[in-house]
């Protein structure tokens, strides 16, 4: 992909490890905390978008689900955020960013996410949202007790109840969510092991988080705490992780490459060369920099240069589908469309994951390069991009302006409809739906998509 757009997201619900964030029990556990919610009250969570990436991910995680006995098909999503960080959500797989630069093997990542599906495979979130109500009722019952203290005339004795009661409700949550953290590290052993994977990247990562909170001078109190501390985490695990047979196994070569290639785009389009030069200064010439290098030289608006970096790429690795995409995106850069939309099908033709993010590269470049021929082919790659994920507010976007320029204005209103429909503006999307079903045909598949817009309840249009 040629930008690395971070879009809005609709609010997510809840993940273990990085939404039900301990600091928003201690604000306010009782004041209207909703669980699922309150990490997004803020607005959108951002996300990178990247085929590569997403790829990737998903190769990493499809062993583990399946050792879990989960379905496969969960849906992978990049958060633009330099913490070392992953959660789930039941339905989807989240990975920080920062988390994919700072690990240096994929087993490292691998070892997050069997953790994550520990949590998943163990029903966590469910259970979580059941003890939170509990917490909230157990709460509310203690400050009825020192209100009814307070009206007899013991005010400071009633404040003392309802603080006595938020605490006591605040540590039997996070004792329990320890404990539910400590099932997700050994159920990520088990599902590791029948995978032949080593524990080794997952003990780094806790390793990392340890020398973090050391490094900070924090002294924190442990029954204030939603995961157990690093360190007792490392001492419970490394006896497990060292009997298994598969401790010592590295990671195949190939992949090690293609993670150190996302590493390496994950830098480039973050600007933080200076690190990954680091992370790769045994190989200065190699693959990854040469990669970040090729990027820079996109983005920075010299696409004459980057076309020689990458065709140096593609010559070295003329099957990988990304040098290709790559080579879209210069020549977008370059104002020139129609070499743009070439790369990008042959991209296409080389992915084997069938990426929506190729296909909308694709249709966006055949829109460049106008035509009548080629708005066709736009509509049909866009299309295709919407039947592999229905809810990118970026392909129907997309898919609107080539309506438009067909000459086919109800087709690009609901287009636009669904684009904000699913970038969360309720509002606009109902002004769209109305205006498309003027001119669809009554009872046709668009024309009841509109009407299923029109019937959301939402705010009029300002």
């Known amino acids: 992909m040629a930008t690395m757009p971070v879009i809005p997201q609709k609010p997510l619900t809840t993940g273990l490890c990085l939404l039900i964030a301990v600091q928003f029990l201690l604000a306010g ?4 905390f909703v669980t699922g919610r309150a990490a997004a009250q803020t607005g959108a969570i951002p996300i990178i978008r990247d085929a590569e990436t997403e790829a990737l991910i998903s190769d990493y995680a499809r062993p583990i689900l399946q050792a879990a006995r989960q379905r496969t098909d969960i849906r992978v999503i990049i958060v633009n955020d330099n913490n070392f960080n992953a959660f789930v ?5 989240f990975v920080n960013s920062g988390a994919l630069i700072e690990a240096e093997t994929p087993n490292e990542i691998i070892g997050v996410l069997a953790h994550e599906v520990g949590h998943l495979a163990g029903g966590h979130q469910y259970r979580l949202r059941d003890r939170i109500k509990q917490a909230q009722t157990f709460a509310v019952v203690g400050m009825l007790l020192g209100l009814g203290t307070g009206l007899a005339g013991g005010g400071a004795a009633g404040g003392g109840i309802m603080a006595g009661s938020r605490e ?45 909170l050391a490094l900070s001078g924090i002294r924190p109190d442990p029954y204030r705490q939603s995961h157990p501390l690093p360190q007792a985490r490392i001492a419970a695990l490394r ?41 790769f200064a045994r190989e200065p010439n190699g693959l990854p920099v040469r990669y970040e290098q090729a990027i820079n030289a996109v983005e920075t608006g010299a696409p004459q240069q980057a076309v020689i970096r990458i065709e140096a790429l593609i010559k070295d690795r003329p099957q990988n589908p990304y040098f290709h995409e790559l080579l879209g995106d210069a020549y977008i850069k370059a104002n020139k469309p129609a070499q743009a939309a070439q790369a990008y099908k042959q991209a ?78 309720i509002g606009e999307a109902r002004y769209f739906a109305a205006r498309a079903k003027q001119g669809l045909k009554p009872g046709s598949a668009d024309w009841l998509r509109a009407q299923d817009i029109l019937n959301v309840t939402a705010p009029d249009r300002r």
């Open 29 to 32: 556990l009782f004041n209207g």
């Open 89 to 93: 959500d039941g339905r989807r797989i």
């Open 168 to 212: 006591m409700a605040l540590r039997n949550l996070l004792s329990y969510q320890r404990s539910e953290e400590t099932i997700a590290d050994r159920s990520a052993i088990t599902y590791l092991n029948q995978t032949g994977q080593s524990a080794k990247g997952m003990l780094k990562t806790f390793e990392r988080f340890s020398n973090n």
């Open 239 to 279: 006896e497990l992780a060292e009997k298994s047979p598969y401790y010592n196994k590295k990671d195949p070569p190939e992949l090690q490459l293609r993670h150190d290639l996302v590493r390496a785009k994950l830098a480039a389009y973050q600007r933080k060369t200076a690190q990954l030069r680091a992370f």
């Open 348 to 425: 296409i033709a080389l992915d084997k994951y069938k990426s929506p993010q190729l296909y909308l590269g694709y249709g966006r470049a055949l829109l460049a390069a106008n035509g009548t021929a080629n708005n066709q082919l736009a509509v049909k790659a866009l299309k295709t991009a919407l039947n592999k994920e229905n809810d990118d507010p970026a392909i129907y976007n997309f898919l609107a302006l080539a309506y438009g320029q067909a000459g086919k204005p109800a087709l690009a209103d609901l287009a636009t409809a669904d684009m904000h429909y699913y970038g969360g503006n």
